[in-house]
């Protein structure tokens, strides 16, 4: 393994890691979610440089929209479960307590 390969996925495991074990706030899990994300698009950018391939040029493009898109709806969700429950903890998002 490559040390490039061992850095994105490193950093890809480290984001992995840090959305299951810190589990306290909505804004934690976004910023391990967009860490992944990001790990992947660079991942992705180098492969499709590898390849030299005009097929393989536009799938980092189309995953860094889908990215930030998620992380948009994610910041409004964020926006939304503040003004409803009054804090960003995962703890409030309960729907049985509605």
Do not use: Y
Not at 12 to 40: D, K, P, Q, V, Y
Not at 65 to 78: D, I, M, N, R, V
Not at 82 to 98: E, F, I, P, V
Request: proline letters at 3%.
């Amino acid at each position: 393994m490559s040390p490039t390969h061992f850095t994105f996925a490193s950093a890809f495991m480290l984001g992995l890691t840090g959305l299951a074990l810190n589990r306290s706030h909505l804004l934690s899990a976004l910023i391990c979610l967009e860490g992944m994300m990001l790990s992947l698009f660079i991942a992705i950018s180098l492969w499709s440089l590898t390849m030299a391939s005009p097929i393989c040029s536009l799938t980092p493009m189309i995953l860094l929209t889908f990215s930030a898109c998620e992380a948009s709806s994610g910041l409004a969700l964020l926006v939304a479960t503040t003004r409803t429950h009054g804090s960003d903890t995962l703890k409030a998002l309960n729907l049985l307590q509605c």
